[in-house]
């Protein structure tokens, strides 16, 4: 029930569509790219739950206070302490190779305001745990959702960085200005 509602509502009313063509296997990492407004919470939400897939998502810890905290868990929200600096990175990877099934979204540029600097996180779990990234670009303009690409880590960080950004260099936040991919040589 729950599915259908979100199918109607992004894909009827709201009038998105979507072109997936990677294969999702039973461990993977997300990269979710632009994250310019907090609507993109809400379009990801619907967009996972028309699709039937449960995914788990890395969210500042200053979002889970009560009551979004129990909201935000029941999503799939893992809170991040970003003040210090922990094993988050380790600790998700450790999580990946021991579990049979492992789905976590992160959005590299760990905020909506505009940075060139990238996080490096979710590439170094992917890595770690053997397992690919699927890259999802939202596009407010289009109205669309998109996955055709998908990176297999192998260490040469700066060149698979390189790539991952000029997949996003065409996709329009829900804000625009509050994104960019940097400087690419």
């Known amino acids: 029930m729950w599915k259908k509602f979100c199918q109607w509502m992004l894909f ?5 569509t979507s072109e997936i063509t990677e294969q999702h296997p039973d461990k993977y990492i997300i990269c ?4 310019t407004s907090n609507w993109d919470f809400i379009i990801g939400q619907l967009f ?16 889970f206070v009560w009551p979004l905290g129990m909201l935000f868990r029941h999503f ?21 190779s021991e579990a049979k099934v492992f789905h976590l979204c992160i959005t590299p540029e ?16 992917a890595l770690k ?11 407010y303009e289009k109205r669309h959702v998109t996955c055709t690409k998908t990176i297999i880590p192998n260490g040469d960080f700066d060149s698979q960085m390189r790539e991952i ?17 940097g400087e690419i040589d």
């Open 12 to 16: 009827k009313h709201m009038g998105w």
């Open 32 to 35: 979710l790219a632009p994250h």
């Open 48 to 63: 996972s739950s028309a699709r039937g897939m449960q995914t788990n998502f890395l969210m500042k810890k200053e979002w």
């Open 76 to 96: 799939g929200g893992i809170p991040v302490e970003r003040k210090k600096h922990t094993s988050m990175t380790d600790a998700m990877a450790k999580a990946a």
């Open 110 to 125: 760990g905020t909506r305001s505009a940075t060139a600097e990238w996080k490096k996180g979710f590439y170094f779990i």
């Open 129 to 139: 745990a053997k397992i690919p990234i699927l890259l999802y670009g939202v596009d």
């Open 165 to 181: 950004k000029l997949y996003f260099k065409d996709f329009r936040g829900r804000r625009p200005e509050n994104f960019t991919i």
